[in-house]
């Protein structure tokens, strides 16, 4: 079989890294174009000179059309409302796509309006998009022209939730993530507060009310809980390159709290079988952002607070890989009929 | 006015070093002994490089009753459960004691036990000791004989949490506090989790169920609440020397959540107007460990969710200033009849 | 005795900030005035919110007459080149200046003009100036009108290499200084290149040929010398907030290694027996960087390698402190006839 | 072609689990034993919760000869001492051996007892173990039975200078070599100077004089001059997990120096042109340790200071990669003939 011909659009930005990561050792995808609006012309060990000798292709315009023909997948990683112009052309074009920014994440209009405070360019394509988590949505990725790769605080709390909604085990009142992430979230960024010296030994919440991910969890949620459900969200910033951490917090649906954390880790457990990037913790082990550093894994895990009759679900994974790029490529993987593992599975940074 | 003497026993562990970094540069103390039974005979600046110059005090043998003689305070660091043996003499031979373990903070000696598994030597004196948070206790830290410095959690979590509290604008019932701490809050330790190589880059979950401060943050929340309550806590461990953030989630007391942030901001205002180590943020600022790093001060502020009508409260502190050892010197100036800011308004560690 | 009333012009950089932070616990100087030509009318602790409740003094215009006028002594923390437009008006209008900037750090016009690639508004007071270290120029500080305070790399190699250099124990020629620097040693920048996810886990050497800091190191060098040398410097940058080091390989000038070892640490502990902010190292004991943190020290230490004849020397400081700030406020101290100590001494950022 | 089958003795080291992380992802390699001391009996993603789903392989005893048995291929990473018991047993056995300690790194007995203060248990292997920097030594590889795998600093310092050496381009005498590490140099250690709390935000020298590796990188400078040498060496730490970086002074051997820095970048370029995975960098481009992290790369570069006529030369790597662990597996490649790239050169940390 022919390897499967991808494209990068925004290829310069910290996703772009890791996707680049992810596929220069994919055994069944080549890279093919990598496009750049700010550096076109360079190549792209100039500006990652880690991948001399492993990636020295050169950056082009971001020219959607003429990407589109060199590629079965062109993967974007734009800002938000750039990508709702440039991702209709290119599926005009003929290839498909996986899409980074909140464009094409929302179901309906109005919380993507509301969330990005944005117009959307093609709000046709909303009805067409496939939410790019594939431990929930892989059957409809196989055919899918257009993925929405989802946030990174959305997956990190809708993974951990899912068992819980989805067999009713908690109530969709009341659930409270809180998030810690690591600073490459922000991005490839120049500003002050993410400069070394004002953000080495430092914690801080930001953006405590609204943040954008809050209704894209909601909407996930719903959807597994069989109703409309808010969260409460407060997402925070800790002194770490990469890695993100959930605590979520929730109430058993029923009231009686005595049998409930078996019942927890049995769902867990059962529901996350089968899924090679979803690792349940037990026995009192929790996740550490550590263990998923450069990997495309989630680790989980739950324990139920006997005296207030809370249930904590925890959730790790790299913001950079199961929370953004190397979840793409599992997509990816599903897009074109691939076990999802291939290219994946042994990816780490080790220590 | 002559200096007050001031003798440390557990001088050489995180706590230590931070007071006598307090007490170096405090103009109406003077360190008269330090003890510390692994490094006796040596001078404290062999142990910590950095007080050469500024602390070259010799280290001596932790003999109480010796210790007592030389001082009008003795600030002690000792582990959990040696305490209770320890400062019975230091009180009988005369001296009044700050202690930063868990044995003299609980009101009764039920959840000591339940809490540190350990007996308790003196139970007599839990009636005595005076929990030391000078704004919730300054009245009687003046006349203390023993005051029972708090624990870091509790610090940052009672604090932020008191003027809701005591106005009654939360409910006492759901209150969750979400942690995350620096690596210097498990102690000078040579542990494998705590070397650079397993922490750096990591945030992790520990403890999340039953940790031991849990008990002493619902003593004095449920006093304040003048009900008794309980409190969901989970602690975080962050990559970081020092610094301590709570995130905590409440409800309102009324079920009218429409007029509810002024009212919230308004309470933290005015009950801490006058304190000179609480600072309260407002317009949206948010705490951030990294401005209280070496301080005495804690930051604090409060936002309302309206869509779900949960009140979020935030508290940041540095884990061995206002955390542990600067607090015990604001509790030793209210103690000696000094002005709390004392020798510490203006500590910083700059950048 | 009135306190000196002090001015500090570009007080918003970390330069000003640590001149704050050294300041506010000064027992003999005040702050007057803080001048920024970025943040001006917004209060210091608005730029910087550690200093809520230690420093909100307003940020006025740069205007160096209306400054002068409150001021016995301005600090200007100002960009190469401006200082030496502003400076002489600060001068005429009868204030004393200590200067940040490298425009007055020469006793020629030659090098400056080679290493800063710029003009000078005012090279007459060049000759003027004097350099501020004070453990070399302490007599001249006490009537200068105008200090240039020393760049860090040349604090950092100079008062190492001061004692072996005056006693001729090393050739002047040879000398190879290996320095490793600090990410606050940039400035307050918004460079890719300072961004935490750029910096962090990385070390890399910059401007290794001609770094402009060669030619003050070899200026004062020379002078201790009693004849023209040149070095070679190599700066490196490493992932912290602060801190340098110097590693520097310099020739016995006898050609009799033997005795050598004794006689240079000798050298080093008579030539600072009186100095309180040297600390030299013995028994093997190297300078480790977190050792100066937040202080005003400099610890030294020299070593010998019998078999290739090598001297191996080693400094370490705070770059914002002995490197730059705190230096400056043991100039003022020596400026103005008080005891270098005050207000220094004990002050250190702890762990 | 079946896959070669690895075993190693020593897995749960830092050394370990870097060959582990390469070993997972080599397309011609498979781990058939994993053997450990401390932890046998134990999963090995037991002790590196990272590797779960990845390497989930039991941990064995550490007995030699049943290991040899099921391998083409036994790595050690022991104690120095211990290799030498223990590597003769497995060579008995009929396996190939690449051994990471000290003890068959050198030509003869007498620098390896002076270094490591140790008596060796089977001298008489030193004369056929092969020093495993593939650059140098890929002939011998093919056929080895013994590897030994050098040390990080050897690797980062000769690597660098042999072209210049081999070329007689630099003096054989006054060699300086100034390095500095990352913390998982020093092992998987629990002890205080690793901790986070003491490291972080440090930079120190140590073992500033006769460090051992000197011998090391004095044998193998010493046959690409073609002449006995010696090398001031001096390393440091720096608060990182990974990475190494040396910056090497030396004397052009033509008293000449105007010509050389083109001379000198031409023999970089030319040595290792072919080389894989030698990257040198031009134009003022620098080595920088993230460049080199998670990969097998050393990155090198030359420059000439025109004024004192010194040479500085960079390299960087990252100490469990080249630097270990990964060059390694390129000697492993070498003697089983396969490409040196094979299942490495994609290798990579990301961000």
Redesign the interface.
């Known amino acids: 079989m022919s390897k499967i011909k991808v494209g990068i659009i925004g290829a310069t930005g910290?996703v772009g890294?890791?996707l680049i990561?992810g596929l220069?050792?994919h055994p069944s995808a080549e890279i093919t174009v990598l496009a750049s609006r700010s550096f076109s012309g360079k190549k792209y060990s100039d500006i990652y000179?880690?991948?001399?000798?492993?990636c020295d292709l050169p950056l082009v315009d971001t020219d959607p059309e003429q990407i589109a023909k060199q590629c079965d997948l062109v993967i974007t990683a734009l800002p938000h409302g750039v990508s709702s112009v440039t991702v209709p052309v290119l599926l005009s074009a003929g290839t498909r796509v996986i899409d980074h920014s909140g464009d094409f994440r929302y179901r309906e209009l109005n919380p993507y309006t509301e969330s990005y405070g944005l117009p959307h360019s093609c709000p046709e394509l909303l009805a067409e998009a496939v939410y790019g988590i594939p431990e929930l949505y892989r059957e409809k990725l196989r055919s899918a022209r257009l993925v929405a790769n989802p946030g990174c605080y959305p997956t990190c709390s809708v993974l951990p939730l899912a068992p819980f909604l989805r067999h009713g085990l908690i109530r969709s009142e009341g659930i409270?993530i809180?998030a810690?992430t690591?600073?490459?979230g922000a991005g490839?960024?120049?500003?002050?507060p993410?400069?070394?010296?004002?953000?080495?030994?430092?914690?801080?919440?930001?953006s405590?009310?609204?943040h954008r991910h809050t209704t894209e969890i909601e909407q996930e949620c719903s959807i597994l809980a069989g109703k409309q459900l808010?969260?409460?969200f407060?997402p925070?910033l800790?002194?770490?390159?990469?890695?993100m951490?959930t605590?979520i917090?929730a109430v058993p649906a029923s009231s009686d709290g005595s049998f409930c954390i078996s019942r927890l880790q049995e769902a867990l457990e059962s529901d996350y079988a089968n899924e090679?990037?979803v690792?349940v913790?037990s026995g009192g082990?929790?996740?550490?952002?550590?263990?998923?550093?450069?990997?495309n894994?989630i680790?989980i895990a739950v324990?139920?607070?006997p005296?207030?009759g809370?249930i904590?679900i925890?959730g790790?994974l790299d913001n950079?890989g199961k929370g953004a790029s190397l979840q793409a490529i599992q997509a990816m993987n599903a897009m074109f009929g691939l076990p999802e593992e291939t290219g994946l599975?042994?990816?780490?940074?080790?220590?």
């Open positions: 910290y890294s890791e990561r220069s050792t000179p880690t991948y001399s000798g492993i409270i809180d810690i690591a600073i490459s490839r960024k120049t500003e002050l993410y400069s070394f010296c004002e953000s080495d030994e430092n914690l801080k919440p930001y405590v009310v609204h808010h969260v409460t407060t925070h800790a002194p770490m390159k990469r890695g951490l605590t917090y090679p990037f690792r913790r082990a929790m996740p550490n952002t550590v263990h998923t550093t450069g990997t894994f680790d324990e139920f607070d005296i207030t809370i904590k925890f790790a950079l599975i042994h990816l780490n940074a080790g220590l």
